[in-house]
């Protein structure tokens, strides 16, 4: 089980693919958070801290690059990672939103575990090199 204790935000319009996403991730171990619209997506980044974000990239309000950013003000280390299943610039416009990662829909269930998997890894290094560099007086 790769996500053991790892909390995970789904943030998905359609529900087939949000409940088939969640007990896969469940199914690894993940802790699922689950989420219909980015309004509701904001409030539970508001409530708690997840490991990783993973988003649709176009949804009905706003899309998952508005969401990343958004979410980059609430909790600036937390990986967000896009799906979209028609953008040609996937890769460019999870850059522009600072979003750790993207897959193009329809993806491989393995892709999104080992994306998951690198990105957390990362923000735990940078967690940990951050927290080591920083010295308060005495």
């Known amino acids: 089980m790769t996500g053991y204790g790892k909390r995970v935000l789904i943030v998905e319009h359609d529900e087939g693919e949000r409940d088939v996403l969640s007990l896969m991730l469940e199914n690894e171990g993940y802790n699922v958070h689950m989420v219909s619209e980015e309004g509701l997506a904001l409030e539970e980044l508001k ?3 997840f490991d990783v974000v993973v988003t649709a990239h176009h949804m009905p309000h706003i899309n998952g690059l ?5 979410g980059r003000l609430v909790w600036p280390d937390t990986p967000m990672i896009l799906l979209s299943g028609n953008d040609q610039s996937l890769s460019e416009t999870a850059e522009q939103g600072r979003a750790s990662g993207s897959l193009r829909k329809p993806y491989i269930f393995g892709e999104l575990l080992g994306l998951m998997e690198n990105v957390t890894q990362l ?6 090199h951050t927290s080591k ?4 007086p005495l």
């Open 47 to 49: 409530r708690r801290r």
């Open 123 to 128: 923000t735990r290094r940078r967690r940990s």
């Open 133 to 136: 560099s920083i010295m308060l």
């Open 66 to 70: 508005r969401l990343a950013l958004v």
